[in-house]
Every structure is written in structure tokens, then in C-alpha cells.
């Protein structure tokens, strides 16, 4: 079965698009359907809470409750796999913040890291992971 990993941007865009649809919520929905694993980190959840509480200008547009959040978060918590405290591989993103997503990645064994980040989209993969944006990932998905 395929592993996958996540970026935070498009768990925190799944969030947002939760009600009129798209690319990253309809990949949690075949998460859901065990077309493949999902795995993500305590790292990779907290800074998705993060941005989804802090974001002033996320807030103001889409205008959702703490309490939304909170249980995005658990839904995301029983539908993946946890990587439990994936080891520092040493810098290997532009941005040292998105070493821990290629970190979670390795320590799960992921075969495809999904992400709309361009430095980590720049790496085209890592070790064996391929890196993708989500849509090539969901027409893969789509044809399993």
C-alpha cells in the first residue's frame, strides 16, 4: 500500500476547502477509504494547529472556530499513521522549517511526500520519496 506524507499547507488547505471541496480534501477522503496510508507527525499537526490559530488573515477569510480546528486535528489523528519523533536529518530544505515534513517522511517510510511548497517540490525526491504536488498525487490515488 502506498505511504504519504503531507505537507502542513495542505492539511491546513483542507480545512479551508472542507465545505465547497478540492484537491486536498478529497485526499483525505481517500486517506479515509484506505486507498493509502497517511502518515504525519506530532511536529507536523502542531504547526498546522499553528498556522490554522494564529493566521490573522485565514481567520478573517474563512472565518472558522477554534473548536473546528480542534476537531480537524483529531480526524486528521485517527485517520493517520503517527510517526513517532522521526530523527533530524540534517538540513535538507531551503526553509530548515519543512526539514521536519521530509524527516516524518523517511522515518515512515513514505513512497510520495505531497506538498505545494516549491523548495520541497524543488527536490523532486529524497532517498526513495517522490515529491509531488497534490493533484498528480490524487490522479495516482484516483486510478488505485
Known amino acids: 500500500m502506498l505511504r504519504a506524507v503531507f505537507d502542513t499547507n495542505i492539511l491546513v488547505s483542507a ?10 480534501i478529497e485526499l483525505l477522503r481517500f486517506a479515509s477509504l484506505g ?8 511536529d507536523i499537526l502542531a504547526e498546522t494547529a499553528g498556522t490554522l490559530r494564529t493566521s490573522a488573515r485565514l481567520r478573517r477569510r474563512c472565518g472558522y472556530p477554534d473548536r473546528i480546528v480542534t476537531s480537524h486535528l483529531r480526524d486528521i489523528g485517527r485517520l493517520a499513521e503517527i510517526v513517532p519523533a522521526p530523527p533530524s536529518l540534517g538540513r535538507i530544505v531551503r526553509d530548515p522549517d519543512d526539514d521536519m515534513i521530509v524527516a516524518c517522511a523517511v522515518a515512515g517510510r513514505a513512497n510520495y511526500l505531497v506538498s505545494r511548497d516549491q523548495d520541497i517540490l524543488a527536490l523532486g525526491s529524497y532517498r526513495s520519496i517522490r515529491i509531488i504536488a497534490p493533484e498528480p ?4 490515488v484516483r486510478g488505485l
Open 35 to 42: 486507498r493509502f496510508t497517511l502518515l504525519v507527525s506530532d
Open 137 to 140: 498525487f490524487l490522479n495516482l
Open 15 to 24: 480545512l479551508l476547502t472542507y465545505t465547497s471541496g478540492g484537491v486536498s
